[in-house]
């Protein structure tokens, strides 16, 4: 049988069909040591990336990891030019723009809707 041809099996799998093929799993984080939930969907899409290793750390620590390695936003005070009040704002104002503290900018949003 030399130069035979490997049968392959071309199986088709529907969405509900694999999402049942994973399920929750209860892990531990490595940072924290709180358990949390790697869902049977979470399962599926690190799957679908290719992805082969669980995540180690929980929800709130990889945010806290991720945020760790950005700088610390720089934030100005500035006058809101609606009511008079001090804001604080994530950009360095300028004198030919108005700069508006939270509640008077939302409300300016507002109308605009």
Same mark, same amino acid.
Request: charged share 30%.
């Given at each position: @049988?030399?130069?035979?041809t #490997? $049968? %392959?099996?071309n199986? $088709? $799998? +529907?969405?509900s069909?694999?999402h049942? @093929?994973?399920?929750?799993?209860? $892990?531990?984080?490595?940072?924290?040591g709180n358990?949390?939930?790697? +869902?049977?969907?979470?399962?599926?899409?690190?799957?679908?990336?290719?992805?082969?290793n *669980?995540p180690? %750390?929980?929800?709130?620590?990889r945010?806290? %990891?991720?945020?760790?390695?950005r700088?610390?936003?720089?934030?100005? +005070?500035?006058?809101?030019?609606?009511?008079?009040?001090?804001? +604080?704002v #994530?950009?360095?104002? %300028?004198e030919?723009r108005p700069?508006?503290?939270?509640e008077?900018?939302?409300?300016?949003? *507002?109308e605009?809707?």
């Open positions: @049988m030399s130069g035979a #490997p $049968l %392959r099996a199986i $088709l $799998l +529907t969405q069909e694999v049942q @093929m994973f399920e929750d799993k209860t $892990l531990i984080c490595k940072d924290c358990e949390f939930v790697f +869902t049977a969907g979470e399962q599926e899409f690190y799957a679908s990336k290719g992805f082969v *669980e180690q %750390r929980c929800k709130e620590c945010v806290a %990891r991720k945020n760790a390695a700088p610390e936003r720089e934030m100005f +005070t500035a006058v809101c030019a609606s009511c008079g009040k001090e804001a +604080t #994530p950009f360095k104002p %300028r030919d700069v508006y503290c939270s008077c900018f939302a409300s300016m949003k *507002e605009e809707d």
